[in-house]
C-alpha cells in the first residue's frame, strides 16, 4: 500500500474556507496534493448526500469545512449545518464508516496555515486507513457480483 | 359483556355520533382483514359504517398517514381511532404544516406501544372526540418513557460492536432491500410528493436495488427522519425482507435526544430539531 494515494474530496463554503485555501497557495504554504475543492455558497448548501456521492464517486475521505460560528455570511447557514453534521456523522459512525473518514471543520479567510495544517493531517490519517475499498466495492449494477467484504 | 366488549361498543357509539352529529365527515380507524392477525384501515363517511370498526393488538398501521393523502384532505374536519403513535405522528404533521388541527378530531385509545403484532392488548377509549390540544395533556406522562433503555437495547447491541463489524452487520442486512419502499410509503411522516429517491435530474440515489442504491436509501430515509421520526415502528412492520429499520430510526433518537434534548411527537410548537439551532450546540466533533 506504499503507493497509495488517497483521494480527498472537500466540500467548502466560498467565504471562508475557500478563501482560506487561497490564502494557503498565495502565502505559498505547503499541503499534499490529495484533495480536490468542491466550492459552495455556505456549508449550510452541503446535503448529506454530497458526501454519499463523493464515496460512491471514489472517495477515500470528505472534507467538509465552512465559517467559524458567527462568521456565516449568511448569518446561520453554518449553525444548520453543524446540527446536521452532528446526527449525519453519528449515523456513519453507527452504520461503520471509521470517523476518519469523514472530517468536519471550521477555516477563515484568515487562516491558511490551518487550511494547509488540516489538509496534511487528513492525508496522513487516510493514507493510514488505507483506500475506501469496503465502500468502492459494493456493486452498482443488478446482478453484479455481491463483494461488500 | 366483557371488558374489551364495552370498550369497543364505545368507540364505535363515539364514531357513529361523530358522523351523525356532522363534527366530521370522515371516520379512519380500523376493520376486520382479510385474513386473520389482520386489520385493515376502515374509512367511514356514514354512521352505519361505524358498526365494522375494531381494535385490537393487530391494528399496528399509522392511520395518521392518510392525513396528508389529497383523498382525506378533501374533508373539512376528520376523526382518526389514535392509539398514542398515531397522536404522536399527528404532532409532527402539525408542527411541519402538513396537518390543519382544527380540522383533525382524534378517538383516543389507551394501550401499550404496539410494537409488534399481537392479539390481546388491553385497551380503554377515551370520552368523546378530542382536539389534539384536549389530548396532549392525557399523553404527557408518557415523554418520560420514551427513552428508557429497553426501547434502545437493539441500538446498544449494534454499538457495543467494532466499527468494522457494524459495517458488516448492516452491509448484510442493506443487502436484502428490494427497494419496495415500502418503510416510505407507510411512514406518517414521509410525505414528500416527490421523494429524493424519486429524482433522477441528477440521480442522487440508485434506483435499483444494488448494494450501493440500498446503501444510500437505507441512510438517507433514516437521516430525513433524524429528529421527527415519532418512533411507531410502522416501517419495520410493513418491510417485507425485515430490515432492521427501527435501529437506524431509534439511534438517531437517541443523538438527538442527547445531543439537543428533543423528543418528537410531544409539542406541535416546537421548533424541529433539525431546521433550528442554538449558538453553543456541542461541536466537539468539528475542528
Keep these: 500500500m506504499a503507493d497509495f494515494e488517497p483521494n480527498i474530496t472537500a466540500f467548502v463554503c466560498t467565504w471562508c474556507t475557500y478563501a482560506g485555501a487561497d490564502l494557503a497557495g498565495t502565502s505559498r504554504m505547503k499541503y499534499p496534493a490529495n484533495v480536490r475543492l468542491i466550492r459552495v455558497p455556505c456549508t449550510g448548501r452541503i446535503d448529506a448526500l454530497f458526501i454519499l456521492k463523493a464515496f460512491e464517486n471514489g472517495a477515500d475521505a470528505v472534507l467538509v469545512s465552512g465559517c467559524h460560528p458567527g462568521d456565516c455570511h449568511y448569518t446561520s447557514g453554518n449553525l444548520h449545518a453543524r446540527r446536521r453534521w452532528t446526527v449525519f456523522s453519528e449515523l456513519l459512525d453507527f452504520v461503520g464508516i471509521d470517523s476518519g473518514r469523514v472530517t468536519f471543520s471550521w477555516i477563515s479567510a484568515a487562516e491558511g496555515r490551518k487550511f494547509a495544517d488540516l489538509i496534511t493531517e487528513v492525508t496522513a490519517k487516510v493514507r493510514a486507513l488505507g483506500p475506501f475499498d469496503s465502500y468502492r466495492k459494493m456493486s452498482a449494477a443488478a446482478g453484479e457480483q455481491s463483494n461488500a467484504r | ?287
Excluded at chain 2, 376486520?32 to 385490537?56: H, K, M, S, Y
Excluded at chain 2, 382525506?72 to 402538513?98: D, P, Y
Excluded at chain 2, 382536539?131 to 437495547?153: G, I, K, N, V, Y
Excluded at chain 2, 424519486?198 to 437521516?223: E, L, Y
Design chain 2, 1 to 287: 359483556m366483557p371488558a374489551e366488549g364495552r370498550q369497543l361498543e364505545k368507540l364505535r357509539h363515539l364514531a357513529r355520533h361523530a358522523l351523525e352529529s356532522g363534527a366530521v365527515s370522515l371516520v379512519i380507524g380500523f376493520a376486520e382483514g382479510t385474513v386473520p392477525g389482520r386489520a385493515a384501515p376502515l374509512f367511514c363517511t356514514a354512521p352505519a359504517d361505524a358498526d365494522r370498526l375494531i381494535f385490537d393488538g393487530y391494528c399496528t398501521l399509522n392511520l395518521a398517514n392518510y392525513l396528508t393523502r389529497p383523498e382525506v384532505r378533501a374533508h373539512q374536519t376528520v376523526a382518526l381511532v389514535a392509539r398514542h403513535a398515531v397522536a404522536k405522528a399527528v404532532v409532527g404533521l402539525v408542527q411541519e404544516s402538513q396537518v390543519d388541527p382544527t380540522r383533525v378530531r382524534l378517538i383516543a385509545i389507551h394501550c401499550p406501544d404496539l410494537d409488534g403484532l399481537q392479539q390481546d392488548v388491553a385497551w380503554t377509549v377515551a370520552d368523546g372526540l378530542q382536539t389534539l390540544d384536549e389530548f396532549l395533556p392525557t399523553a404527557a406522562h408518557l415523554h418520560d418513557q420514551e427513552l428508557t433503555p429497553e426501547r434502545f437495547a437493539a441500538v446498544a447491541q449494534v454499538e457495543s460492536k467494532s466499527s468494522h463489524d457494524r459495517w458488516d452487520h448492516f452491509a448484510r442486512e442493506f443487502d436484502k432491500c428490494i427497494k419496495c419502499y415500502a418503510c416510505r410509503n407507510v411512514c406518517p411522516l414521509c410525505y414528500c410528493e416527490r421523494c429524493i429517491a424519486d429524482k433522477n435530474q441528477p440521480q442522487w440515489i440508485d434506483t435499483s436495488s444494488t448494494q450501493r442504491g440500498n446503501f444510500a436509501w437505507n441512510i438517507v430515509r433514516a437521516f430525513h427522519l433524524a429528529g421527527r421520526c415519532i418512533d411507531c415502528g410502522a416501517c419495520e412492520r410493513a418491510c417485507p425482507m425485515d430490515l432492521p429499520l427501527m435501529e437506524l430510526n431509534r439511534k438517531m433518537k437517541k443523538v438527538v435526544a442527547e445531543r439537543f434534548g428533543y423528543v418528537a411527537g410531544y409539542d406541535p410548537k416546537a421548533d424541529l430539531p433539525l431546521v433550528t439551532f442554538k449558538k453553543d450546540d456541542p461541536e466537539e466533533f468539528i475542528k
